[in-house]
């Protein structure tokens, strides 16, 4: 397994109304990794990317509807390094959240972050009560709010496929973002490829809760609760 340190590593963010703040969490770690990737799913474009610094890159695509996980594709296509760290807008990382990710990728492939609902809080993350119970468990809780993996995984799990019946990476845009089912679907995609999963509980960020998704109310959680058991024949 190849040494990956914090020149090998690129923090992906995931935006849509506020681009605002996913720039100011790109800023505030541009200087720690290789590069740092804002991918938007149709939202505010930056007014001039000529200020950005040369390792921070805004990635845009068109508005039609909830595509979240073709703008996270989007993002992580751009990936030349391998580590990978990826946050969503509304999710603000502890300043030590991007090295503890980095840490953990040269021990496992994948590592899930906490998603604290209060700010930094271990004890406000679900996830804790599972912390190295049961692997199996883990796929449940890989939330691209704050999930880490080496780039490797990303260019060899077969998370679905298209129209053609082809094998397809990424995240599957069968989802339309509600419920964070693109994310778990991923997961588990992983899971079943038997990818090294790690809980790492010294990466946390704190989620604020702007949504990261166009429509969020308007989207069915129940829907793409549908489409992930017809498709793995699981239930979440």
């Known amino acids: 397994m190849r040494f990956i340190g914090p020149n090998d590593i690129t ?27 804002i991918t938007s799913d ?23 509807g909830n595509r979240a996980a073709t703008a996270r594709n989007n993002g992580l296509a751009q990936v030349r390094t391998n580590g990978i760290v990826m946050f969503d807008d509304d999710c603000i990382p502890h300043p030590y959240c991007v090295q503890a990710h980095g840490l953990a990728l040269n021990m496992h492939e994948v590592s899930y972050g906490l998603v604290c609902q209060e700010k930094w809080n271990i004890n406000s993350d679900a996830r804790m009560g599972l ?4 692997r199996t468990y883990l796929w449940r809780f890989g939330w691209t709010g704050n999930m880490a993996m080496r780039s ?3 260019d060899k799990v077969v998370s679905h496929y298209d129209e053609n019946k082809q094998p397809r990476f990424g995240f599957d845009p069968l989802y339309n973002g509600a419920g964070g089912f693109d ?26 809760n702007n949504h990261t998704v166009s429509g969020i109310k308007e989207l ?6 549908k489409k992930f058991v017809k498709k793995w024949g699981v239930t979440p």
């Open 42 to 64: 149709g939202g505010p474009k930056l007014d001039d990317r000529s200020e950005l610094p040369d390792n921070v890159k805004f990635v845009w695509q068109p508005d039609v």
């Open 11 to 37: 923090v992906v963010i995931l935006t849509y109304k506020h681009t605002d703040l996913a720039l100011d969490t790109a800023l505030k770690l541009n200087k720690l990794v290789n590069t740092v990737i």
């Open 152 to 154: 490797d995984v990303y």
């Open 220 to 225: 069915s959680e129940a829907d793409n609760y």
């Open 131 to 134: 912390f190295i119970r049961d």
């Open 183 to 208: 994310d778990m679907d991923y997961a588990y995609a992983c899971y079943k490829a038997n990818v090294g999963t790690f809980l790492n509980p010294l990466a946390m960020v704190h989620h604020i």
